[in-house]
C-alpha cells in the first residue's frame, strides 16, 4: 500500500527546522520526502496546515504489567496522543524471559490468571504477541526481579554463583532475541535488599550488547541521595546508559530531591544518566505499600498474614494511624474484586463503613487480598514544568492503556504526551527540539534502529498533529487513526 501526504509541515524528530513538503510511505516504510506534484498513491492525505512528526516514544508503561496488552491489544490511550511505540519491562518486572510460566512478579499490578502463558524466551513471547496482534509497536526490557524470583522464589537471599551464572546467561540469549536491557525495581520486597554487586555482575552482559539499565530507586523520600550516587556510580563504573524510573519530587522530601538532581548533573562528564517524569502531581501505589516496612516481606500472602493476625493488627493500625492525615484523599483506582469502588476516595470507602481512615485503609487491603492501586496526590507539582524540559528528562506516561472497559483512567495514561506538548507550546519552546525530545532522543538511547526520525528508508511510524491534537496516526505504513478516531487496525510489531 502507498499513502502520499501532501504539503505537511516536516517536523523530522532529528531537531533540523521544519519545512513544508510532501511525503511517500510505500509499505512499511517512508520512500521519499519531497515535492511530488504528480505522485498518486492508494491514498492521499491532505496535511496543509498540520505538523507531519515522527511517532512518539513512551518509555516506561505498564501495560504488560496490568496485561492490557492482551486484554486491550490496541493501546488506543496511546495511539490517540500520537505514541506509536510502548516500552514495557519495567521495574524490575517482565512478561519474558520466565523459565516456568510464571508471573508473581506482576502481582504488585494485577493477576496473572487473565491470560494464558505459552511462552518462556523473549522469542516465544514476541510469536504470542504477533498472534494477538498489538495497536502499537512493544519493546521490553528484561526485568530482574521475574528472572530472580524464579530463581530464588520468595525467598530473600542473596544468588549463589551458579544462578548468577544461569541469570547472566538467561539476560545474554533474552538480548539476542531483541530485549532492551536490564531493569530492576529496588524499593519493591523481593528487591530491597539486593547487592550493588549483584547488579554489577548481571549488567556486564547488558553492555556487551548495548542495551540500556532502567531502576525504580531503593529510596524515593529520605534515602534519595544514597539511592542516586548508587545509580549513578553503577552507571559511572560499568559505562552503560542508565534511566531513573519515575524520577519526582515527592512532597515533603523537596531538599532531598534537589540534591539528588545535582548529583546527576554535576557527573554528566562521568555517566550518563537519564530520568523519566510525566507531568501529572499523581502516584499510581500497590496497596501493600502503605503498611509499615516491618510487615513488607517475602509475599503477599505473608503480608496477609500480619494484618489478619491478632498479634500484629493492632500495631499495623497504630502506624496507619500516623499518616491517616494523608490518606483522606487516597483515590481506588483499581481493587481485585471490588469493581464498584473504583474512583472513591478512602474517606468515603472508611465514611460508608463506620471506620476511621485506618481502619478503612486495613480492611480494603484485606477484603482485594493486597491486590488494589491507590493513587495518589503526593508528588510537588510546582517542580514538574522546569523538570520536564530538563535535558536528561525523558517523557513517560507511566501508565497502561487501560481501554474503554476500565472504571477509572488516570489523567497520565490518556493525556501525558498531549500535555507536555502544551506546556512545551506555552514556554514558546521550539517545536523540532520539543518533538525531538520524545521520538530521535529515546530511539537514540534504547537502539530502536529506524525509527524516531522522520527519513526515507525508515519506518513509517508518524503522527499528524493540528494544534498539538492528534489528527491521524501511522504504525508500519498503516492507519491506526484517521481523523482522530481509532481505525481498529493492529499495526504495531513486537520490536
Not at 539528588?260 to 496497596?287: C, R, T, W, Y
Not at 507536555?420 to 537514540?444: D, G, Q
Request: hydrophobic letters at 40%; a neutral charge; charged letters at 25%.
Amino acid at each position: 500500500m502507498t499513502i502520499l501526504i501532501k504539503s505537511g509541515n516536516i517536523i523530522d524528530g532529528a531537531g533540523r527546522p521544519k519545512f513544508r513538503a510532501d511525503l511517500l510511505i510505500k509499505d512499511d516504510k517512508i520512500a521519499a520526502i519531497g515535492i511530488f506534484p504528480n505522485k498518486t498513491a492508494d491514498l492521499t492525505i491532505d496535511a496543509l496546515g498540520l505538523n507531519v512528526v515522527p511517532g512518539f516514544i513512551d518509555v516506561n508503561t505498564d501495560s504488560d504489567h496490568y496485561l492490557t496488552l492482551f486484554t486491550n491489544p490496541l493501546q488506543e490511550d496511546f495511539l490517540l496522543q500520537g505514541v506509536t511505540t510502548i516500552i514495557g519491562g519495567q521495574c524490575g518486572s517482565s512478561l519474558a524471559p520466565l523459565f516456568y510460566g510464571s508471573l508473581k512478579s506482576i502481582r504488585t499490578w494485577t493477576t496473572g490468571e487473565k491470560i494464558n502463558i505459552d511462552w518462556n524466551t523473549i522469542n516465544e513471547f514476541k510469536g504470542t504477541l504477533r498472534k494477538l496482534g498489538l495497536g502499537v509497536n512493544f519493546g521490553t526490557l528484561i526485568g530482574h526481579s521475574t528472572i530472580r524470583r524464579d530463581l530464588a522464589g520468595d525467598d530473600i537471599r542473596d544468588l549463589t554463583d551458579s544462578e548468577i551464572s544461569v541469570f547472566q546467561h538467561t539476560i545474554e540469549s533474552a538480548l539476542k532475541e531483541g530485549a532492551l536491557g536490564l531493569s530492576t525495581g529496588l524499593s519493591y520486597i523481593h528487591s530491597r535488599f539486593v547487592s550493588y554487586s549483584e547488579i554489577k555482575k548481571l549488567l556486564k552482559p547488558v553492555i556487551r550488547r548495548g542495551g540500556v539499565y532502567a531502576t525504580h530507586l531503593r529510596d524515593e523520600k529520605k534515602d534519595l541521595i544514597k539511592s542516586v550516587k548508587e545509580t549513578a556510580f553503577v552507571a559511572e563504573e560499568i559505562g552503560i546508559p542508565t534511566i531513573i524510573s519515575h524520577f519526582r519530587p515527592i512532597a515533603g522530601f523537596e531538599e532531598q530531591f534537589r540534591e539528588a538532581l545535582s548529583i546527576i548533573e554535576n557527573n554528566l562528564h562521568k555517566q550518563n544518566v537519564f530520568f523519566d517524569i510525566n507531568p501529572f502531581g499523581m502516584s499510581i501505589m500497590p496497596i501493600y505499600t502503605f503498611l509499615p516496612p516491618w510487615t513488607q516481606q517475602e509475599s503477599l500472602e505473608k503480608m496477609l498474614e500480619y494484618i489478619t493476625g491478632k498479634n500484629h493488627r493492632l500495631e499495623i493500625l497504630k502506624e496507619l494511624s500516623l499518616i491517616e492525615n494523608n490518606l483522606e484523599n487516597l483515590v481506588i483506582g483499581e481493587a481485585e474484586n471490588h469493581p464498584s469502588l473504583a474512583g472513591k476516595t478512602l474517606g468515603e470507602f472508611s465514611e460508608s463503613r463506620g471506620l476511621d481512615l485506618a481502619e478503612g485503609l486495613l480492611m480494603l487491603m484485606e477484603i482485594t487480598n493486597l491486590r488494589a492501586q491507590l493513587f495518589y496526590n503526593n508528588i510537588n507539582s510546582d517542580l514538574l514544568p522546569e523538570l520536564l524540559f530538563h535535558p536528561q528528562a525523558l517523557i513517560a506516561s507511566n501508565s497502561a492503556s487501560l481501554g474503554s472497559q476500565a472504571a477509572l483512567k488516570p489523567e497520565r495514561s490518556t493525556g501525558t504526551f498531549k500535555k507536555f506538548l502544551k506546556l512545551a507550546a506555552e514556554k514558546n519552546l521550539p517545536m523540532e527540539e520539543t518533538i525531538r525530545k520524545i521520538t530521535s532522543v529515546p530511539a537514540k538511547i534504547f537502539k530502536i534502529k529506524k525509527r524516531g526520525v522522520l527519513s526515507e528508508g525508515n519506518f513509517a511510524d508518524l503522527a499528524l498533529l493540528k494544534e498539538n491534537e492528534t489528527v491521524h496516526v501511522i504504525i508500519n505504513g498503516k492507519l491506526s487513526v484517521q481523523e482522530g478516531k481509532i481505525t481498529n487496525q493492529k499495526n504495531g510489531i513486537p520490536l
